[in-house]
């Protein structure tokens, strides 16, 4: 099954209360850098910002280059890969 959920930095735990269901993978979008990590026993891949550097970012001074995740999701599997994409 997959939920799609608008939980900005959500920890696997408080996905798994909010769901009540086992959870193998998550997928984040719109942070600005990517990024793949176990938390526990859940897969977490986050994809970058395709338009780079934001102006907070900038203010910040924190810069990126644009990039966004292409992950491979299987049956047998699950999360076969992740590619980044980088411009």
């Known amino acids: 099954e997959i939920y799609t959920l608008s939980l900005h930095d959500a920890l696997p735990i408080s996905i798994y209360k909010f769901l ?8 984040c979008g719109h942070k600005h850098t990517n990024q793949m ?8 891949v986050q994809s970058g910002c395709l338009s780079g550097s934001d102006e ?28 980044d994409i980088t411009f």
């Open 37 to 44: 990590r176990t938390d526990g026993d859940v897969k977490v």
């Open 20 to 27: 009540r269901t086992r959870i193998d993978l998550i997928i």
């Open 56 to 83: 907070y970012a900038l203010n910040n001074r924190m810069r990126n280059r644009p990039e966004q995740s292409i992950c491979i999701i299987t049956e047998e599997e699950g999360l076969d890969c992740v590619y």
